[in-house]
């Protein structure tokens, strides 16, 4: 994936690569705080970073679910972020006109893990020439992944890379079959999502659950059996967060984590 960014930090290095962020973007002032806490971790454990935040959420189980605090106004602060600090950003899209929209603001297009088999949607994605990341369906195989990469290569894009994300195991769990890296590598580099791994959906209340206490747990896994990159949502504190707090990771913890999953890359090498 790395390669496919012409301002991506770190060009050299052998590190995993780590997309992070808040779930959605709540404002300016903290969009910019966590980027610049992320960048201070990650420059100095030599891991190149993408900056994430949601532009607007459209999957949601309510519909009194926060959604978005202005969909142009978000996608400025996205942009303000990668232009401050000198670094790629990644919002997902969920409408076909949404590539086209957020190409104009970010350097990465993430297609959701329910919409990864809708084929207009990624043909939309890879026709704006920005790096493509496809979550895989929580109902989908490893070895289906392959038709989905196919539809952004076969549109004249090859910057492309799989976001694993766990499989529905029953119809309040996920869980991550980390057999599914490996092959998923023969196709794309594969990142590997930690945060989201751990969600707990369809909880009878409407609002997701997550076990945030096994965010490390998965993640070194995850690295252990050759994931190209970490995907980690994190906020100052999640329990006030206005989306997926329950399955986030605290941003003071981040360094600590990073460090472990460092040392876990350098052993495999």
Known sequence: MIQYLDNIRHKDSKNFFLIAGPCIIEGEDMALRIAEKVISITDKYNIPYIFKGSFKKANRSRVDSFTTIGEEKSLEILKKVGETFNIPTTTDIHENEHAALAAQYVDVLQIPAFLVRQTDLLVAAAKTGKCVTLKKGQFLSPEAMKFAVQKITDSDNQ????????NSFGYTDLIVDYRGIPTMREYAPVILDVTHSL???NQSSGVTGGRPDLIETVAKAG????????????HPTPETALSDGANMLRLDLLEDLLQKLTRIRESIL
């Open 199 to 201: 969600q707990q959906p």
């Open 159 to 166: 910057k492309v890379a799989i976001i694993e994300r766990g």
């Open 223 to 234: 690295i252990a059996v050759g994931a190209d990159g970490i995907f980690i949502e994190t």
